[in-house]
């Protein structure tokens, strides 16, 4: 009966010397990665094309340089080709790894304006020119979630 005893004591004490460790790593195990937004658009009828042609020159010029200057890791551009009523016909897919402060995101403006040429202006009146045959349905914001290692 002693001895049935010690042992249970010795086995008692190894299982928490055991489980500390365990137990200090008690973390969760998603962490966050890029954020990626997303950007439901519907076409009216007999414009797609003039909204392809907007995104392979203007929106596709101004991705790239994002990519370029490290603003952005990835665009693309889905179909939704079977919608349902009221959903996009397009999603437009933007990835990114952190969000600029106000001062950046100043500078970073400037500069697109300065490569594309066109001033804060110009660049509403052709979102409005836009506006006539597409609308921007919503704006989606999600994190990446990648498994802890």
Do not use: C
């Not at 403006?109 to 066109?118: H, I, N, P, Q």
């Not at 804060?120 to 979630?145: C, D, F, N, P, V």
Request: no cysteine; hydrophobic share 40%.
């Amino acid at each position: 009966m002693k001895y049935f005893r010690k042992a249970a004591i010795i086995a008692a004490s190894a299982g928490f010397l055991f489980s500390t460790p365990v137990m200090a790593q008690d973390q969760y195990p998603l962490v966050g990665g890029d954020w990626v937004e997303v950007t439901g658009i519907s076409i009216d009828d007999g414009h797609s094309l003039d909204y392809a042609n907007h995104l392979a020159a203007q929106w596709r010029v101004g991705q790239d340089f994002a990519v370029e200057q490290g603003w952005i890791t990835s665009y693309e551009i889905l179909a939704n080709v079977h919608p349902r009523a009221g959903e996009p016909d397009i999603y437009l897919i933007t990835r990114f790894g952190d969000f600029e402060d106000e001062a950046e995101a100043e500078r970073r403006g400037k500069l697109y304006r300065e490569m594309m040429k066109k001033n804060i202006a110009k660049l509403q009146e052709e979102s409005g020119g836009r506006a006539e045959y597409r609308t921007i349905m919503s704006t989606t914001l999600m994190q990446e979630l990648t498994w802890r290692e």
